[in-house]
Each structure stands twice: as C-alpha cells, then as structure tokens.
C-alpha cells in the first residue's frame, strides 16, 4: 500500500502517486505527457473503427486531451475521463470543449459506476495501479460484451530505454513484458493482440524502433 502524505497546498490526503500527478499538473507537465504521446496515440486512435453510438472512458486522463479528441467524433455518445490526481481532473474541466464530456476525481479500482461503456483507454497509466490485475478486472466488468479496452505503454522490459522510469520517479510501476501484458488481458477474459505504433521521426530510437505497446482487448 503507497505511503499516504498530507498535501501542503491543500487540506487532503493524497498518496505519492496522486502528489506527483498533482505537481505535474501545476507545472505544465501535463501538457508536455500529451505533447510527447499524441503522435502514436492519435496515430492508433485514428485506425479504430468506432461504433455508429458508443461511449468511451479515459483512465488516467491527465489533462483531457484524448477524451477532447473522443468527443470530438460525432458518434461519441459520452466520454468519461478519471484520474487520481485532483489538479490534473482540475485543468481537464478547464479545457472542456463539449457537454459529452465528464470528468471524475477517482483511479478505476475505486471508481463507483453501474454503467457499462463500449470502449475503454489508458496510456502510461494502467501500471500505476495497485493491482494491474484488479484494475483489469474492474475494466472487464465495465466493458459491454463487443467492447475493447486498449492500453498503451512505452513502459515494458522489451523496451530498455524506459525500464528505469520507476526507480527515477520514485513511484511504484509495474513492469511487464508483452507476453505477460497479453496474459494479464487473458486471464480476466480478454481476446487479445497486441500492436507497435512507432513515430519513426521521433528524436529517440526506441521511438523509432520499438515504439509504443498497445494492448487490445476484446470482450
């Protein structure tokens, strides 16, 4: 369980992870993750084939960018974006550009929802989770049978470049390789494949060579 602390700007507890996110969020940290993941995130949002109606959910939103995107499609019905981090919830309302839109103060293993969604994302935030497995199970059950979840990370073993970013940050991350990536997504019920989206301009190697891990789950 991740050490909580009192946050001294504000009158709530908060964890180590949720304070990070916080700070990130005061000093525009926010918008450089969405600068530095919108090249292979918009490039793999752009190859799905969404429902004619569907509902999406953004877990660990940061500052709304993907859901701002989402809402933007004219078959989007709603799009839901959560995070941990209060600041971070904060800007995305800010930057709120539909009425689609709905922003929530929550991590996806305590979030309080009896609705059920036909597409769910995460990028770079999935492994923060306290349990990956929970949270998998958790994102199952919220799932319509059809539905997709895909989950995107630049964090795993393959990718060596990156492997350090826990112990840097001084947070806890969990690390997986693709195949242990594909057997989480199994064990909950998933049909899974797996996808590199790679920005073959982008100014360091792996970028180029490895690329972002995309994880597809079909219920």
């Known amino acids: ?3 909580l602390k009192l946050h001294e700007s504000k009158n709530y ?3 180590k992870i949720q304070k990070t996110f916080d700070d990130w969020a005061e000093n525009g940290r926010s918008e450089l993750m969405e600068k530095e993941h919108a090249k292979t995130v918009l490039k793999f949002i752009n190859t799905i084939k969404f429902k004619k109606k569907f509902s999406f959910v953004d877990v660990g939103c940061g500052n709304g960018w993907v859901i701002r995107k989402i809402s933007s499609n004219e078959h989007c019905q709603k799009a839901v974006g959560i995070d941990k981090s209060k600041k ?3 800007n995305a ?8 839109e709905k922003f929530i103060q929550t991590d996806i293993e305590s979030w309080k929802t009896k609705e059920k969604y036909d597409y769910i994302f995460s ?3 999935l492994y923060y989770s306290e349990s990956v497995e929970n949270a ?10 059809g539905g997709q979840f895909f989950c995107g990370t630049d964090f795993y073993k393959e990718n060596k470049a990156t492997t350090n970013w826990s112990k840097k940050m001084g947070v806890t991350m969990h690390l997986y390789s693709e195949l242990e990536w594909k057997k989480l997504f ?18 360091r190697k792996w970028k180029r060579e490895l690329g972002t891990l995309f994880i597809i789950g079909t219920k």
């Open 186 to 203: 199994s064990d909950v019920g998933f049909q899974v494949k797996t996808k590199h989206v790679k920005n073959v301009k982008g100014n």
């Open 123 to 125: 990028m770079e935030s």
């Open 93 to 100: 309302k800010l930057k709120s550009i539909s009425k689609k």
């Open 88 to 90: 971070m919830i904060d």
């Open 13 to 15: 507890i908060v964890d």
């Open 136 to 145: 998998l199970k958790k994102i199952y059950k919220i799932i319509k049978d």
């Open 1 to 3: 369980m991740t050490t």
